[in-house]
């Protein structure tokens, strides 16, 4: 993307900051709030045709972007084209993680991201636990140093996923390009959290990067834990699933190590085709969450979008 687009694009977690009450008492999970707007508002979306291929040649004309069903008058239309990408990844730490070899599979996961990196990418690790978040690696191209890094993850404490997602420093999306994702591999329980899951939505409504969570379970962790198994086997795909429809990424869920390559694959078929539209809120109309849409010419396409952004009334 050009520069105008990474100049433009604000911090994922600088967003999330925003969206959360500033008295939260100390030690104690931030609560959301209703009354947050926006300056910008940028629309990441990736297109696919029906065989899931990615589609890399429409123009400003074919994309018509709709708010609460109506046309919105943008006025920033970009496209990245196998372009470099910064991932932001967020690594679940906590003890649920050793059960079902799920932290090998995570490791397994980001060698495979590595193993595909283009010139221009750059990666930073977060390691969560205990409702914390922790820095492992800043921005860096250094594969080694973020394999180095991971190996040296050891499970422990419960999973606070949703207070971690909300504590995210807004430093986390520092990478150098404009195209940018959050990787998130975690076995999706969250069995510690202060905030609840409709809190934790309202945070997602003002996310302005895409989030691909890859869910690791174990083998033959699905449907009732059998005898002697607990909750912490399984996977909770519904908490995945709804990250990545308000965010406009995509879900992967993997088991073996063989499948993760493929998880990876598309991951990346998304990110490296990715576009870009965006506008600037009007300041009119009450600060409410407005549903976004896509609207493409020609045959049918698959679309992934942020679901909607939290704000005044969009231009028409």
């Known amino acids: 993307m050009r520069s105008q687009t990474a100049a433009l694009l604000p911090l994922f977690f600088s967003t999330l900051l925003r969206a959360q009450s500033p008295t939260a008492p100390a030690g104690e999970a931030p609560r959301t709030t209703a009354a947050v707007s926006v300056g910008y508002v940028l629309v990441p979306f990736v297109v696919a045709d029906v065989k899931g291929r990615p589609v890399r040649d429409l123009k400003k004309k074919d994309v018509t972007l709709l708010c609460d069903g109506l046309p919105v008058a943008t006025d920033l239309f970009d496209h990245s084209d196998d372009g470099p990408v910064s ?3 967020l690594l679940d730490g906590s003890g649920s993680m050793g059960l079902g070899r799920k932290m090998e599979g995570a490791r397994a ?3 495979a991201l590595l193993s595909r990196r283009l010139p221009g990418d750059d990666y930073a690790l977060y390691v969560f636990s205990q409702g914390e978040a922790r820095e492992a690696v800043p921005f860096t191209n250094d594969a080694a140093r973020l394999t180095q890094a991971l190996q040296a993850v050891t499970p422990f404490g419960k999973t ?7 504590k995210m420093p807004d430093k986390s999306l520092f990478g150098k390009n404009g195209a940018r994702a959050i990787l998130l591999l975690t076995d999706g329980i969250d069995n510690a959290s202060k905030l609840t899951e409709a809190e934790l939505t309202t945070i997602l409504e003002g996310v302005e990067v895409p989030v691909y969570p890859l869910g690791l379970r174990a083998s033959n962790a699905v449907g009732t834990p059998p005898p002697g198994l607990t909750k912490e086997s399984l996977l909770n795909l519904d908490v995945l699933g709804h990250i ?3 965010s406009g990424g995509r879900v ?11 998880a990876v694959r598309d991951i990346e078929k998304d990110l490296r085709s990715q576009y870009l539209v965006g506008f600037t809120p009007t300041g009119a109309g009450t600060v409410r969450y407005h549903r976004l849409a896509l609207r493409i010419s020609g045959r049918p396409k698959v679309i992934r979008v942020r679901a909607g952004y939290r704000g005044t009334d969009p231009p028409r």
């Open 244 to 246: 990545a429809r308000m």
């Open 87 to 89: 991932f932001a990844i």
């Open 160 to 166: 606070a996923l949703f207070d971690a997602i909300a």
């Open 109 to 111: 996961a980001l060698r």
């Open 252 to 262: 992967g869920i993997v088991t073996e190590p063989d499948e993760l390559e493929g």
